[in-house]
């Protein structure tokens, strides 16, 4: 059975920091190229950042880019989110997924090839 974990939201204060994992199953994680993405109460889902298959090539959306990292140990089977400098614009549930096809630009932007999706892990920002 193929599944996605995520795991290690929470609660932070503004300018803290947490490490999301995703933990695959069920699947060769090798092979696919994994995605963080987030939604908030009454918004669209939105990418964060995505990770290759192939040469751990990274993409950042803008709501990524400067703060957060994203990496994949494939011996563990399971892909990071680093994030720090949290901000309250950040709440909201995260997920990950995965996809054969194309991982960067409008694919990460929007999640469109990405088959596999873990049920999320909620983060939330307060002071």
């Known amino acids: 059975q193929v599944q996605l974990v995520e795991s290690g939201g929470g609660l932070v204060q503004p300018g803290g920091s947490l490490e999301l994992s995703c933990a695959a199953s069920g699947f060769i994680m090798d092979y696919y190229s994994i995605g963080w993405f987030r939604q908030a109460p009454g918004k669209e889902r939105e990418g964060v950042s995505c990770?290759?298959?192939?040469?751990?090539?990274?993409y950042y959306t803008d709501s990524g880019k400067g703060r957060f990292t994203i990496s994949r140990d494939n011996a563990k089977n399971t892909v990071y989110l680093q994030m720090n400098s949290l901000t309250l614009e950040d709440p909201a549930l995260y997920y990950c997924?995965?996809?054969?096809?194309?991982?960067?630009?409008?694919?990460?932007?929007?999640?469109?090839?990405?088959?596999?999706w873990g049920q999320g892990t909620q983060v939330t920002v307060s002071s």
């Open positions: 990770i290759s298959s192939r040469d751990g090539g990274t």
């Open positions: 997924a995965a996809t054969l096809g194309h991982y960067s630009g409008y694919y990460c932007e929007t999640g469109v090839g990405y088959i596999y």
